[in-house]
């Protein structure tokens, strides 16, 4: 830290500081080239007098010191990353066939890494073997950042791991493990590469902030009892203490929500006053209503969607607008006006449905051959979607052509200043300290992309995919067109926008009735949506190895050794399951191997890759209607801009339409219980105690945010190992599964997903 910021580190406001300072520091505060709702001008002035980030939220979480000497490229760093990088991703494919399932996420590898480095450095003998040293002393914070990025790269499923598995179910495919494995490597690592590539804009400029890293941040620096200037001068107890105290009674209180009284959970008091009242349950049901109870006392719930403790308020505030705006007023209407027959399905539903109300059976439509027999979908039925999925769908058109205009609009001039500024440049303390480790070149992430471009056209070419090699390379053109946006609002807001339903009817309409082809391209799993999702989660490891200041070069072997073994481990698992346990994907698999999400899938790419969207869509189609939405979603930024040039300090630049748009992207399988009381938790936080109490938000908001993440992590794990998984889940099943609190919310209209009408 520099002298000047050690001396002023406990100035608490812009208005005990030297007001010559302040005014050079005012002077000279360039932070974006883009009017940023996350910016506070006095705050940033604190921020750029102590030396610091301009950002209150980087400042409380992030340290503005580094130690180059800190051991990080140690070999007990590496052998607990690849500890991770096995053992969590070939747990999580395991149950990821399984219904009911776990996931095992980062922040467990990130909390049980912390007492096993400890156990290392405690027990291990210091040794060297040729020349590595075994014990390199006390375990180091960089070295557990190190493995928690190791153990995030792959801790979930990989996409593609789910068509090879949609190939063998439903179409009868099996490709051999070269196939497999390429499509995996590719899918992966072409993301990795674009990541890489789109650092300068997505991780160095100090305005991306990628708000859900400071959560970790915070995490690391508590466990490691870190000091800095950034946590203010709070009194009471001390973060680490805290953190056990929050750690522990989230990890005790969930077993209450989520095991013994899961109406705490879905608690629509409404509904149980009037349990058989359909119209009531639809406007306050969680199960299949739109959620106008507010309340749930569920941390798995609120947090679903994103960590609310994480986002800023003002990006809350604008999910809120477009959930009240789509779900709480439009969607009302369109339902109980009978809008594309919808009073006859559940207001809200994750399903399909066919002319009768029951769930569209896609085998009654399906030739011989896997493709469309017209005949067949001509005497069945046209497709049918719940008033909100169909709502869903538009608002996913919407946001894809608000994204660009809002993008060429306000992040114009932002693009171009990073694509000629270089990290010494950055305006920015975290850059100037990531400045002094050697860099990764660009070629280096350029090679990737070219061998893993290479595996995607070997994958298509040598195997019957029915896919295009122009195919290919148009996923690609749209992945990479729209990652700097979607990035950029992302590590803004919090929000990511998606690309899966811009890419289904891309498909759709290229390439009809070849549902392989749409799963390669779709935004739902590999080339076309999963490039940019990857590029998006690698850049937000990069920033938090920025922000930990892990040297570039290192966190580059490390991401790319952790996605290749991860992958293999997952197909090496996947294989071993579909050959030895007996009616996998059954819906009468004895231990509930019924690979829920296969099926989904699975159905998901007959209605998409075989009936296709031009029967959805099209003019004079039923939801043709929604194709309004692209329209609409182009022009609102552009009515928002020019508001903002005649008032450019009013409210106007908190609206952000892309994410009023694609907030509730999470519609369906998300419902109003994730969204309502999310937002309701937001405003307590990011608003009231931030505004109101500032000195305890800066000290423990962060550390509250991953006390409450990692106590629900930890509960859900012994939850299902201890409770549900032993004896086929038959403990407690003739008591605490039936009583009244594990009953009430499923016994009413709501949680029997009941229709207006009835046929």
Known sequence: MSAYAEHSSG???????????????????????????????????????????????????????????????????????????????????????????????????????????????????????????????????????????????????????????????????????????????????????????????????????????????????????????????????????????????????????????????????????????????????????????????????????????????WSEANVLVGFVTFFWILTPILYYTNTWYSKFLPIMSRTSYDNTGATYNVTKILGTDGTLNVTAYEAYSPLFLSTTFAVSYGLSFASITATITHAILFFRKQIWAQSRRSIDEQPDIHARLMARYRQVPEWWYLIIFVIMFVFGVIVIEVWPTQFPVWGFILALIIAFFYIIPIGMIQAITNQQVGLNVITELIVGYAIPGRPLAMMLFKAGRTWGYITMAQALQFAQDFKLGHYMKIPPRTMFFAQVSAAAIAGTVQLSVQAWMFTNIVDICSTTQRDGFVCPNTQVFGTASIIWGVIGPQRQFSPDQMYSGLLWFFLIGALCPFAAWLISLKWPNSIIRYINFPVIFTGTSYIPPATAVNYVPWTIVGFIFQYVIRRRHFSWWTKYNYVLAAGLDSGLAVSIILIFFCLQYPRNGSIGANNVTKWWGNNVFLNTADGKAMSYYTI
């Open 11 to 313: 100035i608490g406001s812009v208005e005990k500081i030297d007001p010559e300072k302040a005014a050079l520091a005012a002077g000279a505060l360039h932070l974006a080239d883009f009017d940023d709702p996350n910016i506070n001008k006095e705050e940033a002035i604190t921020g750029v007098l102590e030396d610091d980030s301009p950002y209150p939220e980087v400042r409380s979480a992030v340290s503005n010191t580094d130690d180059m000497s800190i051991p990080v490229n140690t070999c007990r760093a590496w052998v607990m990353g690849f500890f991770w990088v096995i053992i969590i991703p070939g747990m999580n494919q395991f149950f990821f066939f399984r219904y009911p399932s776990v996931n095992i996420t980062g922040m467990v590898a990130q909390l049980l890494s912390f007492p096993m480095g400890r156990l290392w450095a405690a027990v291990v003998p210091n040794v060297s073997v040729f020349g590595v040293r075994l014990n390199p002393g006390p375990f180091t914070i960089k070295e557990h950042v190190l493995i928690t990025i190791m153990a995030t790269v792959g801790w979930q499923s990989a996409y593609a791991t789910d068509i090879v598995a949609v190939q063998r179910v439903f179409y009868g495919q099996t490709f051999n493990f070269s196939y497999q494995w390429m499509l995996v490597m590719s899918t992966q690592l072409i993301g990795f590469s674009l990541g890489g590539i789109m650092r300068r804009f997505l991780v160095l400029p100090p305005s991306m902030i990628w708000p859900t890293n400071l959560v970790t941040c915070a995490l690391f620096n508590t466990l490691h009892a870190q000091k800095y200037a950034g946590i203010g001068n709070h009194g009471g107890v001390s973060r680490e203490r805290f953190f056990v105290y929050v750690f522990c009674s989230g990890c005790a209180w969930y077993f209450v929500p989520g095991y013994l009284f899961q109406a705490l959970s879905y608690f629509t008091w409404v509904c149980w006053i009037a349990p058989d009242n359909v119209v009531v349950n639809q406007l306050f049901g969680y199960e299949s209503g739109l959620g106008m109870s507010m309340i749930t006392f569920d941390w798995a719930q609120i947090t679903y969607v994103v960590n609310p403790l994480a986002t800023p308020w």
